[in-house]
């Protein structure tokens, strides 16, 4: 493994991060367009980092309007390997309980075709296997640092994305329990199958903020900010924690993406060989 370098995509609410030193924030170019928002270069505890606020610092974009191949891109381009995705999400089951962290390993993609979900295409070819799209060293790595937090967090089972931004009909809820899915949120497909085409390490943390809508549990508008507000400084510690221990302790990891194309190097013009140069990188 070549270059290392931390980056984290941000969900609801996780804009500010506590004890950070901003060295600057940066507008990349992509092919695809602009990411969502400049990316914060930012250091905790001596130790450099890139995050970048997936719906935009001022909330502005909906789960399907998000550019997620250009944040993606993006990261990849300022040379990130190892992302962390935090979002906020809905639980499914009893055992992830409101102001729980879950670390899913798989997904479910319930969107509606509205999202570009690949780097390929315009003349290059690639499939790269989603089999597995979340690392699990990385995973057990931020399970192990919650614990250390005494962060309540659970692991293993399917993350369920939906299209939004409307939520689920009752109906759909206990669809989607009956896949056997854990939680369901908005925003992490494309973004996780993205990563693996990039090469990079990918893991969520997904915050509990209710049980969606199948469980009969009174809860008003009040109440779910007040764990929203709980989840976001349990997402500050565990960041000021975690960026310095995966820099002291570096995750091994292969990518796999660079298996998955195939067409011929030589059949590709200047453009695209950049492009390349970029993702396998």
């Known amino acids: 493994m070549g270059n290392y370098s931390i980056g984290i995509i941000g969900g609801s609410g996780v804009y500010d991060i506590n004890s950070i030193k901003v060295i600057d924030e940066l507008m990349v ?48 381009k300022l040379g990130v390997n190892v992302l962390l995705s935090i979002s906020a999400v809905g639980s499914l089951t009893d055992e992830c309980q409101p102001a729980t962290f879950f670390l899913p390993d798989q997904f479910i993609d319930w969107t509606k075709g509205k999202r570009e979900r690949t780097f390929f295409g315009n003349g290059i070819i690639g499939h790269v296997s989603t089999a597995n799209p979340v690392e699990i060293n990385l995973k057990n790595r931020i399970f192990d640092e919650c614990n ?15 299209e939004g931004p409307q939520f689920s009909s009752r109906a759909e809820s206990n669809i989607y329990r009956g896949f056997g899915a854990k939680v369901i949120g908005m925003t992490n497909v494309p973004e996780s199958y993205l990563a693996k085409e990039a090469g ?77 140069k970029v993702l396998l990188s």
Request: glycine share 4%.
């Open 200 to 276: 990079m390490a990918y893991s969520t943390v997904a915050m509990v903020t209710d049980f969606d809508c199948w469980k009969e549990v009174h809860c008003n508008v009040d109440e779910i900010m007040k764990v929203m507000k709980t989840n976001n400084i349990m997402a500050q510690n565990l960041i000021g924690s975690l960026i310095p221990s995966l820099y002291k302790n570096k995750i091994e990891f292969k990518p796999e993406n660079a298996i998955g194309v195939m067409t011929p190097e030589q059949s590709l013009n200047q453009t695209q060989r950049n492009f390349l």
């Open 29 to 76: 170019d992509t092919p695809f367009g602009s990411p969502s928002d400049k990316i914060v270069h930012g250091e905790i505890s001596g130790f450099k980092f890139y995050f970048l606020p997936r719906h935009g610092k001022k909330h502005s974009f909906l789960p399907s309007e998000v550019n997620y191949r250009a944040n993606i891109f993006a990261l990849k």
């Open 148 to 162: 250390k937090l005494k962060i309540p967090v659970k692991k293993d089972g399917a993350y369920i994305c939906i």
